[in-house]
C-alpha cells in the first residue's frame, strides 16, 4: 500500500516535472515567438516608417524622423544591446543602391556600427564625393549626365539639429543617444562627428541636471517617466539656440528652476520649448507645445533673407551647403522677373522667399501648418509682397490650379524622400511651365518621377549633387527639365 503510494507520489512528480519542462519549453518557444513577431513588426514598423515618414535630416540619429503615421517605438535598454543577435541586413544597409561600404570595427566614431547613420565615417571626403558622384550619375544616367557633386570645404559638425532619445540604464541612470539601426535600442552617445559641438554639449548638460532634479526618463515599456526627447536648433549665423523637451505630461517639476540652471550652464539658449507628446508613437514631437523661455522659435540668415523656425517645421540641416543648393535652383530657373513660379513641398517658404526678387509671382505650398505660418512671417520679416502661401497637400493645390487654367512660368520642387505623387505631377503636365527645377533629397524617387516627366513632354537639361550630408549616404539633386518643343 505505502509502495503503491509512494511509486504515486513519484508518478505525480514525474508528471509535475514533466508539465514543468513542457512549460518551459513552450515558454521559451514562446518568448522565442513573441520576439521574431516583435522583430518582424520591428522591421515592418521601420520599413512602414521610411515609407511614410519624412526623414527630416539624414541623420545618424534615427529618433529625428518625424512621421505622419504614428507606430509605437519601443526603447530598450543599452545592456540588451549587446545581448542582440544582429542580422546581416541590420548591418549593411543600403539606401538608394549606393555602393556598400563596409563599417569598421575601429572606426573613427565609436557608435559608428551600431548606429549606421554614418556609411562614409571611415572613407576620405574626397572619395567620399567621388562615390556620391558615381552611384548618383549611374541612377540618373538614362535622362542626363551629373555634372558635379558640391563638396564643403569643413564637412564636419555641420548639422544645426540635434535630437536625441532619452532612457535609462538598468540602475536607473538616465541615458541618451540614438537608436540601434533598424531597431529601436538605444545606443547612447556623448558627441557625434556631424552635429554642432555645442547642441551635444547642451544635451549632456540636461542628462546631467535630470538626477538633481529628480526627473525621470520616459520607459516605453511601462509608460512611466517624463523626458522622452530632446530636440536642439541652432541658427548657424544667427548664433541662437532653441531647446525642446519632449516630454510624456505637462507637468515639468521646477520648471523655473531647470531653466534657471539649464541658462546658467548655457548662456547661448535664447528659446526653451515644452513639448508634450503623451502617445504611443514614432514622432518624435507631440502637437502641444509650451513656450518656457524666450520667443519660442529662432531666425537664420539664408542667401541674405531672415528666416523664423518653429520647434516643428522643416528647415535645412546643413545650412552652409543650403545656400549652393538654393543657389543652384535659383540659377537652373533662369528667372527674369516677370514668371509666376510655385514653390511647391515649401517648408517654411526658404526657396520661394528667395526667388521671390527675380519674379512676378511665388505662390508656396505646404502641408505643414507651422512652417505656413512661418513662411508667411517670413515674407513680412523679409518685405516681400509678391508671394502667397498656401497650406495644403501640393498634389491637390496643383491639380486645383490646374482645373481653372492657370498659368505657371516655372515650378520649384523640392518633396521628401518619398518624392511626388501622381496627382502633383499629372498637374504639372497640365500646367505646362517652361521650367521645373526638382530638388531631391532621394535619387531613388527622382529618377522615378524624371521617368514620369520625361514621357510626358519634358526633358532633362541638367543635374547636379550638393553634398547635404557629408560622411553619410545621402546626396541632394538639384535637375532642370524644360518643356520639349512640340
Ligand atoms: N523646400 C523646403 C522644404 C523641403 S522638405 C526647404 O528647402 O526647406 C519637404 C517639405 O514638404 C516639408 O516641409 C514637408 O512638411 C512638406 N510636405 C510633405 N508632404 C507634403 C505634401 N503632400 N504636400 C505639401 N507639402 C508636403
Partial sequence: MIKMENRKKKDDRKEIENTKKTEKILNIKNRQKTKNQQKTKNQQNTKKMQEN?????????????????????????????????????NKIKYEHNL??????????????????????????????????????????????KLEVVHGMEHPEHYRNKVSAVFTHDRKGNPLSGVYEEGTHYVVP???????????????????????????????????????????????????QFMVVLVVSSPVFP?????????????????TIVLNVNDRRTSMVLGEREQVI??????????????????????????PVQTEVLYGKAIEFAGLTGKETVIDAYCGIGTIGLIAADKAKKVMGVELNKDAVKDAVQNAKRNQIKNVDFYQKDAGAFMVQLAEQGAHVDVVFMDPPRAGSDEAFLSSVVKLQPDRVVYVSCNPETLARDLKYLGKNGYRVEKAEGVDMFPFTSHVETVCLLSKKAQ
Avoid: W
Fill in 53 to 89: 515618414g519624412k526623414r527630416i535630416s539624414n541623420s545618424p540619429r534615427k529618433n529625428s524622423f518625424e512621421f505622419e503615421k504614428g507606430k509605437k517605438e519601443k526603447v530598450k535598454k543599452y545592456e540588451n544591446v549587446q545581448k542582440k543577435q544582429r542580422t546581416d541586413e
Fill in 99 to 144: 555602393s556598400k561600404v563596409e563599417l569598421k570595427k575601429n572606426s573613427r566614431c565609436p557608435v559608428s556600427e551600431k548606429c549606421g547613420g554614418c556609411r562614409f565615417i571611415d572613407v576620405p571626403y574626397k572619395k567620399q564625393l567621388e562615390q556620391k558622384k558615381k552611384d548618383t550619375a549611374k541612377l540618373l544616367q538614362n535622362f542626363c
Fill in 189 to 239: 552617445v556623448e558627441e557625434c562627428l556631424l552635429e554642432d559641438k555645442k547642441a551635444d554639449e547642451i544635451i549632456g548638460t540636461i542628462r546631467g541636471m535630470l538626477k538633481s532634479f529628480k526627473i525621470k526618463v520616459f520607459d516605453e515599456d511601462t509608460g512611466y517617466g517624463l523626458l522622452r526627447h530632446v530636440l536642439v536648433r541652432v541658427g548657424k549665423t544667427s548664433g
Fill in 254 to 270: 521646477s520648471k523655473n528652476n531647470f531653466v534657471k540652471a539649464l541658462l546658467k550652464a548655457h548662456p547661448e539658449i535664447t
Fill in 293 to 318: 523661455y524666450g520667443k519660442g522659435f529662432i531666425e537664420d540668415e539664408l542667401c541674405g533673407k531672415t528666416f523664423k523656425i518653429s520647434p516643428k517645421s522643416f528647415y535645412q540641416i546643413n
